[in-house]
C-alpha cells in the first residue's frame, strides 16, 4: 500500500508510522510522499533526511484552500498514494481532497472523539475535568474531527496531570494507534459503512 503523510509540524506520529514501515510491523507498504504545509517541520526534515519523497507546499502560493488542496491532490496521485494519513496537520482538508480520496484518508487526534474536537484537545479535557481521555484515528469527513471513528485507545487523567503530562502520554498511545490502524487498513480488515467503522480480525 502506498502510503502518504500531511503534516505541518513536529512529525511524531509520520515518525512512528515511518517505524513501523521499516519495522515490517506495517508489512506491505511504503512512504510515497510527504508533503508539509509549513517550511521546515521536523516532520518534513527527518522525511528528507531518509531519502523519503519530502515537500513543502506553501499554501501562500495559492488564491483558496481549494486550489491548494487541488495541488496537494495531483502530487498524491502523481505519486499513487493510496491511503492520505494527516498527523499534525493543521489545515482543514477541503471537499476537492476528502471526496477524492474518502474512505482513505484518515486522521489521528489527541481526545476521545466526539469530545473535543479542534484545537488543545488535551487542554480542553483538562479543563472539562473528564477522568479518562485518549487519542482517536478516524476517516476524514468535510467536518472537523467529525469522521467515521476506526480505532481509540484511552488515557487516564491524573488529578496533578498538566497539559504537557497528559499530551505526552497521550503521544505515546498515538503512536501505537496509527500503525496499528494502518497494518489493518493495508491487509483490507477495516470496512466503512455509514457512520460505522468495522474491523475483521
Ligand atoms: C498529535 O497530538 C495529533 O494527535 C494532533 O497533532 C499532534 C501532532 O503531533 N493532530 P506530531 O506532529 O505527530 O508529533
Do not use: W
Not at 510522499?33 to 526534515?45: H, M, N, T, Y
Not at 480505532?151 to 503512536?175: F, M, P
Amino acid at each position: 500500500m502506498n502510503i502518504a503523510v500531511l503534516l505541518s509540524g513536529r512529525g511524531s506520529n509520520f515518525m512512528a508510522i515511518h517505524r513501523a514501515v521499516s519495522d515490517g510491523e506495517i508489512r506491505d507498504s511504503k512512504i510515497v510522499s510527504v508533503i508539509s504545509s509549513r517550511p521546515g517541520a521536523k516532520g518534513l526534515e527527518y522525511a528528507i533526511e531518509r531519502g523519503l519523497n519530502g515537500k513543502f507546499l506553501s499554501p501562500k502560493d495559492y488564491a483558496s484552500p481549494a486550489q491548494y488542496d487541488t495541488a496537494i491532490a495531483g502530487e498524491l496521485e502523481a505519486n499513487g498514494a493510496e491511503v492520505v494519513c494527516l498527523a499534525g496537520y493543521m489545515r482543514i482538508a477541503t471537499e476537492v481532497l476528502v471526496d477524492r480520496y474518502y474512505g482513505r484518508i484518515m486522521n489521528i487526534h489527541p481526545s476521545l472523539l466526539p469530545a473535543f474536537q479542534g484545537l488543545d484537545a488535551q487542554k480542553q479535557a483538562l479543563e472539562y475535568g473528564v477522568k479518562l481521555s485518549g487519542c482517536t484515528v478516524h476517516f476524514v469527513d468535510n467536518g472537523v474531527d467529525t469522521g467515521p471513528i476506526i480505532a481509540q485507545r484511552g488515557v487516564d487523567v491524573y488529578d496533578n496531570d498538566t497539559v504537557k503530562s497528559l499530551s505526552e502520554r497521550i503521544l505515546e498511545q498515538e503512536h501505537l494507534l496509527y500503525p496499528y490502524v494502518l497494518s489493518l487498513f493495508e491487509q483490507g480488515k477495516i470496512k466503512v459503512e455509514g457512520r460505522r467503522v468495522y474491523i475483521n480480525q
